[in-house]
Nanobody, 118 residues
């Protein structure tokens, strides 16, 4: 059974860092794109960034450029989202999603909560 499981969320102070993980099971991530999305309270889910099967990164949210990076470890069947210099407006539930091409959007994880607050 194809499954994506996010982890690594939590409460962090502004300016802090978190690394989210998206672990896949039931299929091999190697040939798929993985996108990270987020949904802030009261807002629509939005794409943040994505990494293709060829390790090309696409940003969908300008506000995270220079702060968020995405990487993948195919040997571990896992994709990571490194988030630095976090801001309160980064608060939300973060989801990973896979598909043949970016931004993903075919299969989804259950999400992990990120709260940036002092």
């Amino acid at each position: 059974q194809l499954q994506l499981v996010e982890s690594g969320g939590g409460l962090v102070q502004p300016g802090g860092s978190l690394r989210l993980s998206c672990a896949a099971s039931g299929f091999t991530l190697e040939n798929y794109a993985i996108g990270w999305f987020r949904q802030a309270p009261g807002k629509e889910r939005e794409g943040v960034l994505c990494i293709s099967g060829r390790f090309i990164t696409t940003y969908y949210e300008d506000s995270v450029k220079g702060r968020f990076t995405i990487s993948r470890d195919n040997a571990k069947n896992t994709v990571y989202l490194q988030m630095n210099s976090l801001k309160p407006e980064d608060t939300g539930v973060y989801y990973c999603s896979t598909g043949r091409l970016c931004p993903g959007g075919v299969h989804w994880g259950q999400g992990t909560q990120v709260t940036v607050s002092s």
